[in-house]
């Protein structure tokens, strides 16, 4: 009996054995948490849209007017501008060189206009002098002509000597608003974003970075990219939060500012911009009352505009 | 009656033997070869366990998970837009190679993980942490990377290698099922793995999503593909969907269902085969009891209990015998062995069907049996 024995404990314990076995490997795995919670939606119904944070009025890119070297840099990063204030300056040892010269050029033309004034009042006395004589015969004709021909070319000549006068001033008050234009200065207040240049550099018309970004910081909004698919579905006036990437605990409520009229190629915003031009988006922009934690312009968020009514 | 039934069954032990291993063997190789099979189509598609997220969305025209086809970036909040989804973040999939100082290269599965929220990582990590990602180049390797790359002597923690041109820094070690092409899963955030990926138009392979609580993922998967038009379908749909692709263009579904049904027909026929030739031979002894007055359903009683009682030994025996085979082989997942239910459930089912059709020929047999042929030879 003993053999009988061994055959059905055997059973019995690789049937056991299975069982525990299979038992132990079924557990499915729970997925991990996610390390932050992810930007969920606060609305019944939504249209999510990738946002990114800019100046309410957007970002000037300060290009120069001209490609030149840079010689000295007015300004760092996060000074606040006032309209007009310099903020770089370009090489003008040319232009001020020609100024030297066209200055220069000043003088001796005033010089010409005395020496004229002196010739026209000489030639102005000796006309006089010889209309006077009374006797005929002890002018001759001829002789009072020549003098007042005379006459005519010196005063003639004064007005060529003040023109030129003039034509030199003028050649100097250009120079003096060319030098001018190698100062660049702020088009509007703002804040200094970005400085991408520095003295020594050369700077060109177009420049992949702007030479300096200027914004103003104080006021900002979030220009949110809503798929064109989706377009129809945004409800002007609808109100939407934002999360910062990152920092889905603290939601920023925002007000509708307006929606832009014309649908764009999308900008990826993943920074990398030779590429991917595919869908059109529909910008959305939207205010905010600054938050209490910190917010930079160029920040991506994840947005939840609210939907009205299903379609 | 049930006691005698059990003593000539135990009584020739010869015969008992042969049909213990007939029906055990058969039993193993069966389990063993469909464990086997199964694990095959489980790390097909490990590309979709691995990652472990409820509703995946990609394009309606799909085959499998390793067949990427992109989707334009803005997907992620067309799926956003969707009610009833909890969240949804964007997943990068490609096969890129991997290269080391030494010159040795591997192909490798990158994964791009949302990097804020790193969805989809696995459970289990091995060595460092898996929030390390987010430092600059940094990514985690799985361990069959580790071993592929070179082992663990090669690759640690901080080992500088080269993913299509690019620097990679080992952040972590992570523990995730094989794949069936071999080929490891690398992980990183999903903004790198855009950067590691070579040129394309449109490089957002799958967007994962969860349901809010009260919708189920497949309820959610078929508002996302209403509405919006992708494909979305459930991990579940997902993992089939791959498992039937892979039945369809490879020969392995044929393969192993060849075997599986061999070894089946093999070991059963020998065993009812057995089983017949055991009750032919004890047919004097039947003989006599019907001569001493049992009833042809008494005898028909006692041959079921005897073919029950060795078909369920040899079943416990062989799955046993299989279960042994894969706790000592597939250890570390190595090979692919993942018993399940259903398929234990089968081969019992299947295995009753034996015992009872053996049985049944036994009994036709003994029906005819004349008590008379205890007098004769």
């Known amino acids: ?311 | 009656m049930n006691y005698i039934a059990l003593k000539m069954l135990y009584g020739d032990r010869t015969k008992y033997l042969m049909l213990l291993c007939g029906l055990s063997f058969s039993v193993m190789l069966t389990v063993q070869q469909g464990s086997i099979f199964w694990g095959l189509m489980r790390w097909s598609h490990s590309g979709v366990t691995n990652i472990n997220a409820p509703v995946w969305v990609t394009d309606p025209n799909i085959n499998q998970v390793e067949e990427v086809k992109p989707l334009a970036d803005t997907a992620v909040t067309r799926v956003r837009s969707v009610e009833g989804v909890d969240w949804a973040v964007p997943l990068y999939k490609g096969v890129l190679r991997a290269r080391l100082a030494d010159g040795n290269y591997q192909q490798i599965s990158l994964v791009g993980l949302d990097a804020a929220t790193l969805l989809g990582r696995p459970a289990i990590v091995r060595e460092g942490r898996i929030e390390n990602l987010r430092a600059p180049d940094a990514v985690a390797l799985d361990q069959w990377a580790v071993d592929r790359l070179g082992g663990p002597q090669k690759i640690q923690l901080g080992t500088v290698f080269e993913i299509n041109d690019h620097k990679a820094i080992v952040a972590a070690i992570v523990h995730t099922q094989k794949s069936f092409q071999n080929i490891p899963f690398v992980y990183t955030t999903y903004e790198r793995a855009l950067t590691y990926s070579p040129r394309e138009r449109r490089k957002l392979s799958y967007i994962v999503a969860k349901p809010v609580a009260g919708v189920t993922p497949e309820q959610l998967a078929r508002r996302i593909a209403a509405e919006t038009g992708l494909g979305a379908f459930t991990a579940e749909e997902f993992g089939w969907k791959t498992i039937v692709w892979m039945l369809k263009n490879t020969g392995i579904g044929v393969n192993f269902g060849t075997t599986i049904l061999l070894g089946f027909i093999v070991g059963m026929a020998i065993a009812g085969l057995t089983f017949y030739l055991f009750t032919v031979e004890n047919l004097k002894q039947f003989g006599a009891l019907k001569a001493m007055g049992t009833g042809t359903g008494t005898l028909a009683q006692m041959i079921l209990l005897q073919s029950f009682t060795v078909g369920l030994t040899g079943y416990g025996i062989g799955v046993g015998l299989a279960t042994l085979f894969g706790r000592l082989t597939a250890r570390g997942g190595t090979l692919p062995f993942v018993e399940t239910w259903p398929l234990l459930a089968l081969v019992f089912v299947a295995l009753l069907g034996i015992c009872a059709l053996a049985s049944m020929i036994s009994i036709r047999k003994l029906a005819k049996l004349e008590p008379a042929i205890v007098f004769r030879g």
């Open chain 1, 1 to 311: 009996m003993i053999k009988k024995r061994v055959s059905i404990w055997l059973a019995v314990a690789g049937l056991l054995f299975t069982v525990v076995t299979v038992w132990g490997g079924r557990q499915k795995q729970t997925p991990p948490p996610p390390l932050i919670a992810p930007p969920f939606n606060p609305y019944e119904g939504t249209v999510a849209a990738a946002g990114i944070i800019e100046a309410v009025n957007e970002n000037v890119r300060i290009a120069p007017p001209l490609p030149g070297l840079v010689t000295k840099v007015h300004v760092a990063v996060g000074d606040q501008m006032r309209i007009g204030a310099p903020l770089f300056q370009l090489d003008d040892r040319e232009l001020r060189a020609q100024l030297e010269t066209r200055e220069a050029a000043i003088p001796p033309e005033r010089a010409k206009i005395a020496e004229q004034q002196h010739r026209v009042k000489d030639l102005e006395e000796q006309h006089r002098r010889l209309q006077a004589v009374h006797d005929r015969r002890a002018v001759s004709e001829d002789d009072l002509k020549r003098t007042w021909y005379a006459l005519e070319m010196a005063r003639s000549a004064l007005v060529r000597a003040e023109a030129d006068l003039q034509h030199a001033i003028a050649q100097r008050d250009e120079t003096k608003a060319l030098l001018d234009r190698l100062t660049i200065r702020a088009p509007r207040a703002g804040t200094i974003l970005q400085v991408n240049v520095r003295a020594g550099e050369y700077a060109k018309l177009d420049a992949a970075d702007p030479l300096m970004l200027l914004g103003a910081t104080q006021e900002l909004q979030i220009r949110a990219d809503v798929d064109e698919v989706n377009a129809p579905l945004v409800k002007p006036g609808s109100p939407a939060v934002a999360y910062l990437k990152g920092n889905t605990a603290k939601a920023i409520a925002l007000k509708f500012a307006r929606i832009e009229p014309f649908i764009l190629p999308k900008k990826s915003l993943t920074g990398d911009n030779a590429e991917r031009v595919d869908t059109r988006v529909l910008q959305v922009i939207y205010r905010f009352d600054p938050p209490t934690f910190p917010v930079y312009v160029g920040q991506q968020v994840d947005v939840f505009i609210r939907r009205d009514g299903r379609t």
